[in-house]
Every structure is written in structure tokens, then in C-alpha cells.
């Protein structure tokens, strides 16, 4: 009975030992440098934003990795999306993404905890914790996120993805830790257009709070009261 | 009344071990399926980004909810006190537990990440409802053991109403999680309704009394055991009254919906253009689902028939999946209004309706759930004593203590 007991004890501490890096060791990583006196956001000014261009779709997929194709199992991070108003005619494009959404439906339904929002507002999925129920992806009101349906190969090394897994805009965390900006704001600058802006919501000074507080933006679906980080003119 | 003998079947007629090889091949079809969609990845499935809760959500909450409501046999004894269901809870009791585990295996298994399970039992985010119901369908397994251990232990026996009661509070409970899970969907025109939950614990009743008589009629033709006509006609009564309430949460669940006039658009699709989801809706829930089982259970020239009474419960389980198939899918195949008053268009098939058919593997998948529920019953019944002995209207005298 003593070495039953002994046995299970040390098969316990085993298993402990084998499954706690994995619990713990990603968890400062996370919350590494990050601030909640920031709060990451983007404008889109619909304005400069052409029918036809989708140079910030196209650097989406090259910096994250994303196959680039369309069909209905393939990941979108970002697409172009063309409305035509239905009483008048007036046509409009504009790039939708995950919102990052200061109150994010996503964070509230997981039921790991996979789906979080840092501090600094950027909404992410930990690829450790996420178990695929996509949950999130039926919570979310803006179609934003992707379930990975096939293996994966040549992952980007910075972007870590997941057969099996909810993913979607991290607003290119990746870059914005390094002090950069997201890839697409930089294509679209790229072109020329610029219109697309990405700073501190809460900063006043910032451009992208200067460019807010001079001509207005609105949300997507602010019926929804999400207060979503992603902000868009002549909407 | 007099002490009902309580007796396991034998269990080895052609009809047992026939069912049996069923329900064996039916569950290895699951594995088989759940290591394609491991390996292979869910593009496999007829499920996508766009419909991301396909077929093996509609059994999976089907078998949750038939769950649920198939205690309530057993709550007519314990919470209600009709002794006449008293007899029959064990049976109630034992299919709410194998039922339960079917349902879960099924969204277990559908994971992305079904070897995170662990994960989903160590990490909670307790603002989700899914979090929740974790809690509640583990306690549910232990609540229906404790209470049908005091069924069928006679010195435990005299705690059975308390545990009766119990299980009727954490069923409806339970339910309402559920149905939550859809209820709290903002983002989705077709839900977003406090109704559901309530709707969902009615349905659940609704799916769960069909189930236990489909069980109870084949044990009893299956082993030779009488079944008293009576009985049949009893139990039928009450499942009528619940289809009737069903329908009556079901109108009222579109009537509210059909007032908002941003939901008209989701509700005219579900209930008239939505082609197979209308077909499902008003020939699948509503007329074969509902109306023509209620005229079976109730009219004096069919009621109480076993044959009949088999043919009315399995219309019932027909429509019931019908109605999570509008629900759960018909929900999805309608695009999100990112820009209510605009005509959209995108790569990622916004503003489009939604196709989603079904493939070989989650459809094995689903009916893996039915496997295991099928195959708990089988040896529930011929190694726990679940039912009476007789089953006679003499024995078990359905005219007492009738409303």
C-alpha cells in the first residue's frame, strides 16, 4: 500500500514537472513591455481607400504567412470589403479586420481564456490555450477571425500558427513590440493612398487622436457598444 | 400499490446483439473520422469560416438537450410525486447519463484541438458560458449517479426525493446554460434572444420523453417484457403537452423576432427563402417534428399504440434534429450585417449566403454520439436492474394519481 502510494505520488510530481513549462513559462512573455497607458488603435479613412487595391491584404499575408488564397476554408486576417449603399448607389471600399474591441465578445466567450486582450488593447488568441471549440469565431459580430483547416508548413518564425486553432489580426504584434507599424498601414502608405493610420488612442498628440478629433470616425456596428479600436471615416 | 419487482433484461436475442454491432460499428466510424479530422485538419468537413458549427454541433447539443429532458420522467416521481413515473426513473436516470456522455464526446472530439481537452478542464474563463457549462455537465454526470444510486440501493432509497429534486433544479439549470450558448450571441440576428434558454428547456423535455419511449417500447418488445397499453398512452399524453408547449415557444420565439424589423431580414430567410432550412422548419420541426406526432400521442384511435407510439417518437427525434439544423446552421448560412442598408461583397463571402454540406466524416462524427448513448443503453439495461419486471397497466396502474 506505502509504495502504491509512494508510486503515485512521484507519478504526480512527474506529471507536474513535465506539464508546468507549458502552464507557466509563456506567461511573462505575455505581458512583457506592455502598458495599458497605451492603447493601440487604427483609422481607416474610407475617403483614399480605392475599390480594387488590396495592397494592405496582400502585405497581411506575406508578413504573417497567410497562403493568400480565398476559399471558404482559408484564413483572411484582412479583406477588402466593397458596400454599395442600397438608396442611393454611393459605393464605398474599405479593409475590415479584427476590431480589437476594448469590450471583445471573443475574450468573453472562450472558455479557456485563449481569446485576451493585452493591456495595451491589442486583442490576441494565446495558440497554447486555444482547444478550437470557435466559440469566438461565432461570438465575434465582424466575421473577423479564421480557424486554421489544414497542417501547416514554412511557418514565419515571429507569427507562430496552429492547425486546430482560432487566429486573426494581431494588429502585427509582432511589430508593434519592435516599434513598428502594422504591415498593411505601412503598404498602404507605400502606395500612396495613406488610408490607413495606426498610433495611441490614448494619446491626444498622437496622429492618429489629432486625425480622429479633427474629422470624426466611426465604428463599425456601434450599435454594439464593443468601443472598438479600429476606427473608420466617411462610414 | 404493491413493491414493483425491479429486473435487468437478459440481453442476448438476436435484437440486443444486432443492436449492439450497430452501435459498435457506429463508434468505430467515430474514431475512424475523429484521426482523419486530426490528422487531415477540418477542411475534411463540410464545416468552414463561414459555417463553423456544423453537424456534429447539431447532435451534440440534440443528445445534451434529450439529456437533460429525459429525467423528467424521473422528476415526475421525485419532484412531482406521481408515483406511477416511480418505477420508470431508473431507466430515466441512467439514459440521462449516457446520453450526456454521447452529446459531449461528440463537441469533445470536434475540437480543433480535441487533445487540449485538458486544457479545457484546467483553464476557465468563468465570463464564458461554455466555462460554465463545463460545471454543470460534469455535475450533472455526478447528481444523476448520486440520484440513481438512491434508486436502485434500497438503504440509500430514502434519499431519492432530495436527490430527485436536486436534479431537477441542476437539469433546468443545465438547460438554460444550453440554450445560453446561442442566447448570448449578439453578433447573430437569428439568436440574441432571452427565450431561448426557456425554449431550450421545453425542447429538451420534448426530445428527452421521445428517446425514453423509443427505449422503453424496444426493451420491452426486445425482451418479451409486457408493456401495458396504458403506460404507452400515459407517458404519450404528457410528451404531447410538452410538443405543444414546444410549438407554443417556437411561434412565440419568431412572432418577437418577426416585430424587430432589423430581424425580418434572418426570419424571412429562416421561415420562407431559405430552401432547405424553411423545408426543415415547416415540414421537418413543425408538421412531421410536431403536429402530426401530437395527433398520433392524442387521438383516441392511435394513442397508446406501441407501434404507433414508436412512429410518433422517432417523427419527434427527426424533428428535433431538424430544428437544431435550422437552428445551429440555418444561424450561420445568414451573413453577418457588418453595414446594415448596404450591399457587401468581399473575398471572405460577406454579405452571401452561406452553403453547407455536410461530409462522410462528421456526419460519422455525429452519429458516433448516437453510438455511444445507444450502446450505454444496451448494457444499462441488461446489467443494472432499470426497469420493472412487468410492465402491465395492472402492475403499474397508469390510471392513478392521472391528471
Not at chain 1, 484582412?78 to 475590415?96: D, F, H, M, N
Not at chain 2, 419487482?5 to 452501435?23: C, D, N, P, Q, Y
Not at chain 2, 396504458?230 to 410549438?247: A, D, K, P
Request: glycine share 12%; aromatic share 10%; proline share 4%.
Amino acid at each position: 500500500m506505502t509504495s502504491r502510494r509512494a508510486f503515485l505520488g512521484k507519478a504526480a510530481a512527474l506529471g507536474g514537472i513535465a506539464v508546468a513549462p507549458g502552464l507557466f513559462l509563456f506567461e511573462p512573455a505575455r505581458a512583457k513591455g506592455v502598458t495599458s497607458k497605451v492603447r493601440w488603435g487604427m483609422l481607416v479613412d474610407t475617403t483614399r481607400c480605392d475599390e480594387g487595391c488590396d495592397a494592405c491584404v496582400a502585405a497581411c499575408n506575406r508578413e504573417n504567412g497567410l497562403s493568400g488564397r480565398t476559399g471558404p476554408d482559408d484564413s483572411q486576417w484582412i479583406r477588402k470589403l466593397e458596400l454599395k449603399e442600397e438608396a442611393t448607389g454611393r459605393t464605398l471600399s474599405l479593409p475590415v479586420m479584427c476590431q480589437h474591441c476594448a469590450e471583445p465578445p471573443c475574450v468573453d466567450v472562450c472558455p479557456t481564456g485563449a481569446s485576451f486582450k493585452r493591456a495595451d488593447g491589442i486583442v490576441l488568441v494565446d495558440r497554447h490555450i486555444c482547444i478550437g471549440c470557435r466559440y469566438c469565431m461565432m461570438a465575434c459580430p465582424y466575421k473577423a477571425r479564421s480557424f486554421v483547416h489544414y497542417p501547416l508548413h514554412d511557418q514565419k518564425p515571429d507569427v507562430p500558427r496552429s492547425q486546430g486553432c482560432v487566429e486573426a489580426c494581431t494588429l502585427c504584434v509582432q511589430r508593434v513590440d519592435r516599434g513598428e507599424q502594422p504591415a498593411c498601414v505601412e503598404a498602404c502608405g507605400a502606395t500612396g493612398r495613406q488610408a490607413l493610420f495606426f498610433g495611441d488612442l490614448n494619446d491626444p498628440q498622437s496622429e492618429i487622436s489629432r486625425r480622429m478629433r479633427a474629422a470624426g470616425a466611426k465604428q463599425i456596428r456601434a450599435d454594439l457598444q464593443l468601443d472598438t479600436g479600429v476606427r473608420y471615416q466617411g462610414i | 400499490m404493491a413493491a414493483i419487482a425491479m429486473r435487468e433484461i437478459e440481453g442476448r436475442s438476436r435484437g440486443w446483439w444486432g443492436l449492439f454491432a450497430l452501435g459498435g460499428a457506429l463508434l468505430l466510424g467515430m474514431l475512424l473520422a475523429w484521426h482523419a479530422m486530426e490528422t487531415r485538419g477540418h477542411v475534411i468537413t463540410g464545416m468552414t469560416n463561414q459555417v463553423v458549427w456544423g453537424l456534429p454541433h447539431v447532435f451534440a447539443v440534440f443528445l445534451i438537450l434529450a439529456a437533460s429532458g429525459v429525467l423528467n420522467v424521473a422528476s415526475a416521481a421525485s419532484a412531482f410525486g406521481k408515483g406511477f413515473y416511480k418505477p420508470l426513473a431508473p431507466l430515466s436516470s441512467w439514459l440521462a447519463i449516457v446520453l450526456l456522455a454521447g452529446g459531449l464526446a461528440v463537441l469533445g472530439l470536434d475540437l480543433g484541438r480535441s487533445d487540449r481537452l485538458i486544457v479545457a478542464m484546467t483553464h476557465f474563463n468563468f465570463k464564458s458560458i461554455f466555462a460554465w457549462n463545463m460545471f454543470l455537465y460534469s455535475g450533472y454526470f455526478a447528481v444523476v449517479a448520486l440520484y440513481l444510486w438512491t434508486q436502485l440501493d434500497r438503504t440509500a432509497g430514502r434519499h431519492s426525493t432530495l436527490a430527485g429534486r436536486v436534479a431537477f433544479v441542476w437539469r433546468l439549470v443545465l438547460t438554460t446554460g444550453t440554450g445560453s450558448i446561442f442566447g448570448f450571441l449578439i453578433a447573430r440576428e437569428a439568436y440574441s434572444s432571452a427565450l431561448l434558454a426557456p425554449m431550450f428547456i421545453v425542447l429538451s423535455i420534448v426530445y428527452g420523453m421521445a428517446i425514453y419511449l423509443l427505449v422503453l417500447i424496444a426493451t420491452c418488445a426486445g425482451s418479451g417484457r409486457e408493456l401495458g397499453r396504458g403506460v404507452v398512452e400515459r407517458i404519450g399524453r404528457l410528451l404531447g403537452w410538452f410538443v405543444l408547449t414546444g410549438l407554443y415557444f417556437v411561434a412565440v420565439f419568431h412572432l418577437t423576432n418577426l416585430y424587430l424589423a432589423k430581424q425580418i431580414g434572418v426570419e424571412r430567410f429562416l421561415l420562407v427563402d431559405g430552401g432547405v432550412y424553411s423545408w426543415l422548419f415547416w415540414v421537418g420541426q413543425v408538421l412531421l417534428g410536431s403536429v402530426v406526432p401530437l395527433l398520433l400521442l392524442w387521438l383516441p384511435a392511435t394513442r397508446g399504440g406501441r407501434g404507433i407510439t414508436t412512429l410518433a417518437a422517432a417523427l419527434i427525434v427527426l424533428g428535433g434534429l431538424a430544428q437544431m439544423y435550422v437552428t445551429i446552421v440555418g444561424a450561420q448560412a445568414w451573413p453577418l450585417d457588418l453595414f446594415p442598408g448596404y450591399e457587401m461583397r468581399s473575398s471572405f463571402y460577406d454579405g452571401v449566403i452561406h452553403p453547407y454540406a455536410p461530409s462522410l466524416p462528421e456526419a460519422a462524427l455525429a452519429l458516433g454520439g448516437v453510438a455511444i448513448a445507444l450502446l450505454g443503453a444496451l448494457l444499462g439495461v441488461k446489467f443494472l436492474r432499470l426497469l420493472p419486471a412487468n410492465l402491465s397497466d395492472e402492475s403499474l396502474q397508469p390510471g392513478e394519481g392521472a391528471h
